[in-house]
């Protein structure tokens, strides 16, 4: 696990404290391999950072389905089932082709598909709180209750990821220090 996962996880469990570290450990995996695989290849659209791509997934995630399997696996849809998977993305133009089975059966794709909504909303407005209106409503004018609380599990989820990166990057230069007095 790498150690972005790592911190990701230990602020989900924090959110989500019943919801297993497993669980979410495995999810927290493939949101991570998503976006690395999104931004090295170069596929998003809009500015939004690594970081910001993998805590917005994981707020959306945390709100739309709370990393449920029975979600995952299209045992619960909302919206009448017009909105499937991990980030309950909206049937149309936002399953870009797929089949329901195809979403159904591919936690990635899911995810994928996922950071393509937020991708396009963060195009269009480049700022946390008009993307999750965005994202919750298809425009980022109309506010809700849950694009709040997605926008302020990203900050805090955010805010953990950059700590995380400060103590890494502290403990790196406290060993090459180390390292040179040896």
Not at 134 to 150: L, V
Request: aromatic share 4%.
């Amino acid at each position: 696990m790498t150690s972005i996962t790592t911190a990701l996880v230990f602020v989900l469990h924090t959110i989500l404290p019943k919801t297993s570290q497993e669980r979410l450990s495995v999810v927290a995996e493939d949101i991570v391999s998503v976006v690395d695989d999104e931004t090295s290849n170069k596929l998003l659209k809009s500015t939004i950072k690594r970081d910001q791509a993998i805590a917005m997934i994981a707020a959306a995630v945390t709100h739309e389905s709370g990393f449920s399997e029975k979600v995952e696996n299209c045992k619960i849809n909302g919206d009448g089932g017009k909105s499937i998977g991990l980030g309950q993305v909206m049937i149309g133009q936002n399953w870009e082709g797929h089949t329901r089975k195809e979403i159904c059966s591919d936690r990635k794709l899911q995810l994928r598909l996922t950071l393509h909504v937020i991708d396009r909303c963060w195009q269009r407005t480049p700022n946390g709180a008009a993307a999750f209106r965005c994202y919750t409503s298809g425009d980022s004018s109309k506010d809700s209750r849950t694009a709040k609380r997605e926008y302020e599990t990203y900050k805090k989820i955010k805010a953990s990821l950059d700590e995380y990166k400060k103590i890494e990057a502290t403990k790196k230069s406290e060993e090459n220090k180390d390292e040179v007095a040896s």
